[in-house]
């Protein structure tokens, strides 16, 4: 039963859940129309701490076409935190109009501290370097459509693996399903953390391997996972300027590549995937940010208790 629950990180959901949330995703991608009212005088609370596109819209797209309504702000500024109000009082307030809350921050463990002062479900949006699990179940339900199952699938990491939370939250949910094997791509700056190899991949036995070029990996994948250097998490910006250009996809790379691998990419980018691969069928990023939409139609729908 997911009606009343809080979604701060994707480990939050049992693989059933998961499966549950696809899976209605899928029927509302099939017949829209059936569903067009089922959060009909519900409302959503979009909290933006931090500037956003694609989360934001759409989280409100998804609230909009449940027949719901949406309110809220995109900028911190236009909250009162620039006054000095606490995020435990912002919430305290926000729930009490609102039936469902989404929200980002940069802190992380924001949205765990604000699930504790919330009257209603707390949808995490992105915290900081932390989690960002609804990108992880847009992520799975894309992987799911185009690849036809979460098992046994080869996934490469490449870019920014240290900062990526698009990249911590997937490899900790597909850890979850056999026989995955995961390939981090990246400067040595930016490997991925010690604690993910310690504390999941370790445990679990699951196979990796660590690699510093795309070109020598690509040919071994099934799902190309693509992240964009992270201007905002660097504090200094001569490291950002030295590794911003440290991987890019392009025509000549994707020749390497399988013929069914999928490229997928949480968005925005920058230059890491060049414009000529938008073209190519195995480009799965547009299609990913649909499916994100239908993916938090279905998770506003189950915690709102809709559906």
């Known amino acids: 039963m997911l009606k009343g629950r809080h979604l701060i990180e994707p480990e939050n959901l049992t ?3 998961i499966d549950e949330i696809c899976s209605l995703a899928e029927q509302i991608i099939v017949d829209p129309v059936s569903f067009q009212d089922v959060c009909r005088g519900k409302i959503l609370a979009a909290l933006f701490f931090e500037p956003s596109t694609r989360t934001r819209l759409s989280f409100e797209a998804a609230m909009l076409r449940l027949g719901g309504t949406v309110q809220g702000f995109a900028d911190a500024s236009s909250s009162s935190t620039s006054k000095g ?7 305290r307030v926000v729930s009490s109009y609102a039936d ?10 924001a949205a765990l501290l604000a699930s504790k002062y919330s009257n209603c479900p707390i949808i995490n949006a992105g915290d900081g370097g932390h989690f960002h699990p609804t ?3 847009t992520d799975l339900l894309t992987i799911r459509a185009l690849r036809g199952t979460f ?5 490469g990491f490449c870019g920014d693996l240290k900062f990526g939370r698009t990249v911590h939250s997937l490899t900790q949910a597909m850890c979850r399903y056999p026989k995955n094997k995961f390939v981090f791509i990246s400067p040595k700056e930016l ?4 604690y993910m190899i310690e504390n999941i991949l ?4 699951i196979e990796y391997t660590e690699a510093e070029r795309l070109e020598d990996v690509i040919g071994d994948l099934d799902i190309l996972y693509m992240t964009r250097v992270q201007k905002e998490r660097f504090f200094n910006e001569q490291d950002y300027i030295r590794l911003k250009d440290s991987y890019i996809l392009d025509a000549e790379k994707m020749k390497l590549a399988k013929k069914d691998m999928i490229v997928l990419h949480p968005l925005p980018r920058v230059n890491e995937i060049q414009p000529e691969v938008d073209d190519d069928p195995r480009a799965a990023y547009f299609k990913q940010v649909k499916y994100g939409m239908y993916v938090r139609m279905a998770l506003i729908a189950k915690l709102t208790g809709a559906l």
């Open 191 to 194: 490997k991925i953390p010690e």
């Open 100 to 109: 469902i809350i989404a929200m980002r921050n940069p802190k992380e463990g």
């Open 202 to 205: 370790k445990p679990n036995k």
């Open 135 to 137: 990108q992880t179940l």
């Open 15 to 17: 693989i059933q859940e």
């Open 151 to 155: 098992e046994n699938q080869t996934i």
């Open 85 to 91: 109000e606490s995020l435990a009082d912002t919430i």
